[in-house]
């Protein structure tokens, strides 16, 4: 079973649209993460919950939006597209307060595409 | 604010021989936990090792381990007897105690045939 999934793996957009990813871990963990690695691989965390609680939130345009319905999932939503968010955005989950495991398992990534 | 160094964008070795990625971290905090990821082509991120900072016995995971110098902030990656297989970004990474991760910027690491 996978452990967190995204979807879609792969998305080809235009500037200006409005598009969503979803994530989703059956893992059992409280918190979730989105984060972006741009085209150098640079890894930098975007935003987490914590059992449906926005926990971390930085310096992120206000045009994404991260939605947690319930603490198995973490979608993010992203309006008015521009080329500059063409990226690969991953998804994670780990347990949280310094509990067992420590490390964040990660999804497969998302590779967005801005046209 | 808390860092993470990697001093070696890119790293050639062969096939076999063994291979040490430096890390390097900046932090005021005693309770922090440190990872080395691996970022294969298909572009999967991988846990490959994990160390406490409250243990000073240094963690191994079979081919890999780490040399985990608290004083120091150094927590380098060893990787022996290298596989073609692990051939990646390497990326260490430091977990503050409110849960954010922050990532170095990563080594690239061919082995070669």
């Known amino acids: 079973d996978t452990a967190v999934s995204q979807t879609p793996k792969y998305l080809v957009t235009q500037m200006g649209n409005d598009k969503s990813i979803k994530c989703e871990q059956n893992l059992g963990h409280d918190t979730m993460y989105w984060y972006k690695q741009d085209s150098k691989k640079f890894l930098k965390i975007m935003f987490s919950?914590?059992?449906?609680?926005?926990?971390i939130n930085e310096t992120v345009p206000n045009r994404f939006s991260p939605k947690s319905p319930d603490k198995a999932h973490l979608n993010l939503h992203i309006n008015s597209l521009e080329l500059g968010d063409s990226a690969v955005y991953f998804c994670?989950?780990?347990?949280?307060?310094?509990?067992?495991?420590?490390?964040?398992?990660f999804g497969p990534g998302t590779r967005l595409t801005v046209t | 604010a808390q860092t993470v160094t990697q001093s070696q964008p890119e790293m050639s070795v062969q096939e076999a021989e063994t291979v040490t990625l430096s890390c390097t971290y900046d932090?005021?905090?005693?309770?922090?936990?440190l990872f080395w990821y691996k970022q294969p082509p298909s572009r999967q991120m991988i846990l490959v090792i994990r160390?406490?900072?409250?243990?000073?016995q240094n963690a191994t995971e079979n081919r890999f381990s780490v040399n985990f110098q608290k004083a120091a902030k150094s927590f380098s990656l060893k990787i022996s007897d290298s596989q073609l297989g692990d051939t990646a970004m390497y990326f260490c990474?430091?977990?503050?105690?409110?849960?954010?991760?922050?990532f170095g910027k990563g080594t690239r690491l061919h082995i070669l045939p």
């Open positions: 990474a430091f977990r503050r105690v409110d849960d954010k991760i922050i």
């Open positions: 932090t005021s905090e005693n309770n922090y936990y």
């Open positions: 919950y914590n059992n449906k609680e926005l926990i």
């Open positions: 994670a989950s780990s347990p949280a307060g310094g509990r067992q495991p420590y490390e964040q398992y």
């Open positions: 160390q406490e900072a409250y243990k000073q």
